[in-house]
């Protein structure tokens, strides 16, 4: 994720829904003092080759730590920090209401069918395979269960940042939010984890009526609150 105090905006990342690429082309705009998480090695290779910021500022100064949490800190080496698919109610008790109030807070969103898929293979690149419906019942499928529609809603299911983009939309929502956050050009997403992906079919065509119950059920907040459908 990533608080931009240059151009005054927080990335919030959801999984499955090119919000590497997101980040890594959001990157170049980045000034010193703004906060970047750290993403995963072959991803930071392609930040570096693009001559763009890489992870700074993470660590929460000491100074904002409890004594309690500053004894884990100095002893533990247990240090508050921002990190990779952060939710909202955390990135906002640490950079404090007003901060939070005036930036310019946006993630991306996608349908949770076709997210199912994406990280389906992403986890499985290759044979043999579990059946879509074991990989639903197994432990992989909370990185989207624990990294979708709660990192940009609060405690009461409401919607808490100023723009959700769709991924279906990806090109033009993005170029709205950039105008909105005043980055001089348009963003170019580099292809983070796009090869991963050789079966591309429509989700329609992988995902069999078991499944897709288990999908509805999982996601029914996401399917209700932006009308995806099957």
Known sequence: MIV??????????????AGTSIEIALSKYLGEQDIITSISAPDEAIRRGLGYRGPQNYRVPLGQHSPVELTRAIFLGRRKKFYNHMPAHEV??????????????????R???DRVISLYFWCYKSEPRPTLAEFLDGPEIH???????DVYTDSTGNVCVNRVGRYESLSADLEEIRQAVGLPESVQLPMA??????????????????????????FSRELSLWDYQF
């Open 143 to 149: 990185l989207l269960t624990q990294r979708g529609i």
């Open 111 to 113: 349908n949770p069918f």
């Open 92 to 109: 906002r008790g640490l950079i404090g209401e007003e901060t939070w109030s005036d930036y310019y807070k946006f993630c991306f969103e």
């Open 4 to 17: 931009s105090h240059k151009y005054r905006f927080i990335f919030l990342k959801t999984a499955k829904t």
């Open 193 to 218: 984890k796009a090869a991963h992906r050789t079966d591309r079919r429509h989700y329609s065509e992988l995902i069999g009526s078991v499944s897709r119950k288990k999908i509805e059920a999982m």
